[in-house]
Structures are given as C-alpha cells and as structure tokens.
C-alpha cells in the first residue's frame, strides 16, 4: 500500500501538468465538441483497496486543481468527485472470480489485461465526460449536445488512456 | 455519503464562481418558482370565490344604477316627463308601469349637410323613410332644437334649419328665477301665486336672418315681464317638439313690437350653436296622427 502513495502523487501532478498545459490547448484547439481529458486517469489508477469517500475527496482534489488552470471552479471539480463514485459502481461490477486481492494494488491492464481495462475505462470516462459537460451546460435542455460532445471527447480521450497506458504501464 | 457531500458543494462554488451556470441556475430557479406561485394562486383561488362572487354582485348592481341613470342622461331618447315618472317607480310595480304611455320616440341620426350662411337653411340627416321618419318631425340635440324635417327620401331626410325664414316654433318663455321647468305645473304652486306673476308666457320662436346664433321670439305678451337670461323653452303645443326643451336665453332688452303694440320683440341667444350640429334625434310623436285628426274634426265642425 505504502508503495502506491508516490506514484499516485507524481501521477498527480504529471497529469493536473499535461491537463493543463498541453490538453487544455489541444482541445480549444480542435473545437468545443474535442475535449480531452486525461487527468480522470490518476482516479482511476488510485489503489483499489482505497475506501470510496477517500476516491471522491481525491477526485474533487485533482479536478479542482484542473479547475484552476481551466478558470471554472468547481466543475472539474464535481465531475472528479462523480468520477471517484462512479470507479467504486464500475469496478465493483467488473470485479473478477473471487474478488480483488491485495495482489493487484491498481486497475491497470499491467494486472487484468488490456480488454478488461480498455473496458473499465471506457465506462469510466464516459461516465466522466458526461457529467463534465451536463454540469458545464448546466441545463439539460441542450441533452443532445451534450450527448455528441461527451461521444466525441470520449473517442479521442481513450487514445489518450491507451497511449498513456502503454507508455507508462502503471504497476502501483 | 461523502459523494453527495462533495457534489453539493461542488454545485455551491459553481454557482458562486461560474457567471453562465450561475445565471443558468437563477433562471431556472425564476421559473420553477414561478410554477409554484401560480400552482399556489390556482389553489387560493378557489378559497376567494365567496369575495369575487360578492364583488362581481356589487359591480352588477353599480352597472345597473349606472344604466337607469343612463336612461335619464342620454335625454331625448324618450320623453323626459314619462321617463322621470317611470324611473320614480318601483321597478316591479307593472301595473303602474302600464299607465305610462311614452309619447316621443327617439331616432338618433347625424347632420352629413348644414348650412348656416344663406337666408334659408337646410339640414341633411342620415335617416330616412326606411328608418320611420316622416316630414313634420322635429329634430333635436342634447342642448336645443335644430330644425323640422321636410323632405325624406329612404336613407335621406332634408330639415328646414331653425335658420330658416319659414321657421315658427311655439315657445315659452320661463323666468329664469321661477323653480327650475323640470318641476311641472309651477304656475300653479304656492310661490307664483304669491307673486301673483306668471311664469311663463306664450311665444312665437322666428329667425330674421343675419345672426345664426340669435333668433327672435315674438307674441310674448308686453304684461309678461321679460329680463335677460330668461329661459325659452319648447312650449310642446305644437306636437313637433317635446314639451321644456331648452332653445335658448333672452338677449339684451325686448323691445315693443311697432306691428303688434300688445307684445314684444326679444333677441334669443340659441343654446345650440347651429354652425356645428353632429348628432340629431328626430323626434316620432307617437300621438300625432291621432291628435291631428282630432284637430281636422274640430276644423271640420
């Protein structure tokens, strides 16, 4: 357990960096229906084992961080902290024959294969993406917008999870 | 737990540092809270329905004050004297009302040909044979008369103008300080009799030319003391005016008639200005035919 504590700090602050810096202009780059965002990764990579209400406050964390640098506080912020609930529902669904041991400390593909990740994190930020821009537009009036911007952010976000993944390969 | 935690407060500092959300948020509360207000009043409503059902009572009774009372205002669609009568009555009391026979009707046309300049003047009215009206008919205004219709065509009536050198109308001439005409028979009351004065005398109403706001009143009797301002009032003899309609006021001084040494000639400042006549009532005396042929047997006799 100890172990998992640095990589989750520097993952915290290598993704509010990349966020910031460079996704940040990406996606205003490409258009308001691209919206990359990676740092939900660092949610998702949090230790299994860690009890739900710690997830969410770490989750609000790093999107308030986000949330700084983006100049709208408190919705990367709430997106972050449905993202560390929404982990516990997914995870909890996609748990394996005789639940999780403490042999694999984080819900990488490293431990449980690409497909059963590729998996997770799909519904992961999907989950994420959707409630980032419902609280973005605020209403659901514009249901169908925010439907294509989630689709269209998911898509290109998850070849960021991927390249991440396969870049990093996070054990812990 | 802590998820709904965060997420309200989340929710709080996005209202309190987003100005889109924040606006978003103000709106919809405006129209949620709006709903509820107007769902509340639908509900109250029903518990107000005694005071509106009272107040909408007490407005039909104003409204049906009102309308009486219009009746009396917009003088002369009916005769005065039959309608002071018949508004006195208990509205229920139908077998008084029986006794009540109005003797004027009223038709209510506009002047679309006048002319004031020449020595004989016309009025042209909007009625006509088709709206019942019949040479012989006089025509009023809501303050004095304007003329006798003539000629009628259907849609059409052609009135000699009171500024006309035929016009003779029947008149009285009533002391402007004798109780008002409104009050009938004051000759016969208390105070004239003391005075042993008349109040009123006889007179002939004619127009000499010239002047179209003045005309002259002869045959008033030199006994009568005549004075400025004095009331000229229709006399009602002559079944082509109501009785008490106000023609005008006494001008100036009379002057002794030089042709007929027993009466006076008086100027008579018309009430009516006759440069601008609009709306007309032609009067139907409903008892003419009966009372002339009443006439043509004592002539016959």
Not at chain 1, 142 to 154: D, E, N, P, Q, V
Not at chain 2, 281 to 292: G, K, M, P, Q
Request: charged share 15%.
């Amino acid at each position: 357990m100890n172990n998992s504590i640095f990589p989750s700090i520097w993952r915290f602050i290598g993704l509010v960096a990349v966020q910031a810096l460079l996704l940040q202009q990406a996606g205003s780059a490409i258009g308001s229906y691209f919206n990359v965002l990676l740092y939900p990764l660092f949610i998702l990579l949090l230790p299994i084992q860690m009890p739900t209400p710690y997830v969410v406050l770490l989750g609000f964390a790093i999107g308030l961080s986000v949330d700084f640098f983006y100049t709208t506080i408190g919705l990367h912020a709430s997106a972050g902290a449905f993202s560390g609930f929404a982990r516990s529902i997914i995870l909890a669904a996609y748990k394996p024959k005789g639940g999780y041991s403490g042999k694999e400390p984080v819900a990488a593909p490293a431990y449980f294969g690409w497909q059963w990740f590729v998996q997770v994190a799909a519904l992961f930020f999907i989950a994420h993406l959707f409630w980032y821009f419902s609280v973005n537009a605020f209403t659901f009036v514009y249901f169908t917008t925010i439907t294509l911007k989630t689709l269209a952010s998911w898509g290109l976000t998850m070849i960021f999870v991927v390249l991440y993944c396969i870049l990093f390969n996070p054990k812990n | 737990m802590t998820f709904l935690l965060v997420e309200l407060f989340c929710f709080y500092i996005i209202l309190q540092y987003n100005d889109r959300q924040n606006a978003i948020f103000t709106h919809t509360m405006g129209l949620v809270g709006g709903n509820i207000q107007e769902k509340r009043s639908n509900l109250l409503a029903y518990t107000h329905l005694k005071e509106v059902s009272d107040s909408l009572i007490a407005e039909n009774a104003h409204l049906r004050a009102q309308l009486s009372d219009a009746r009396n205002i917009q003088v002369p669609y009916r005769d005065t004297f039959f309608l002071r009568e018949l508004d006195s009555l208990a509205s229920n009391d139908s077998l008084r009302r029986l006794m009540i026979r109005p003797q004027y009707e009223f038709i209510a046309g506009r002047v679309v040909g006048n002319s004031i300049s020449g020595a004989n003047n016309w009025l042209v009215i909007n009625r006509g044979s088709s709206d019942n009206v019949q040479p012989g008919m006089g025509v009023v205004t809501k303050d004095g008369i304007a003329g006798i219709v003539r000629h009628v065509t259907p849609h059409f009536s052609m009135a000699m103008s009171l500024l006309h050198r035929q016009t003779k109308i029947s008149v009285v001439i009533h002391r402007a300080d004798a109780p008002a005409p409104s009050i009938r028979d004051a000759g016969n009351d208390n105070t004239a009799g003391r005075r042993k004065e008349p109040v009123r005398s006889l007179g002939s109403l004619i127009w000499e030319g010239g002047d179209p706001s003045v005309m002259t009143l002869k045959f008033v009797q030199r006994h009568f003391k005549v004075k400025e301002n004095d009331l000229v009032l229709t006399s009602g003899y002559s079944q082509i005016f109501p009785k008490d309609i106000l023609v005008g006021k006494v001008e100036g001084t009379p002057k002794e008639d030089p042709e007929n040494l027993n009466s006076w000639i008086i100027r008579v400042k018309l009430n009516q200005d006759m440069a601008t006549l609009n709306h007309v009532y032609i009067v139907n005396d409903i008892f003419y035919s009966e009372l002339d042929s009443l006439n043509q047997k004592a002539k016959n006799e």
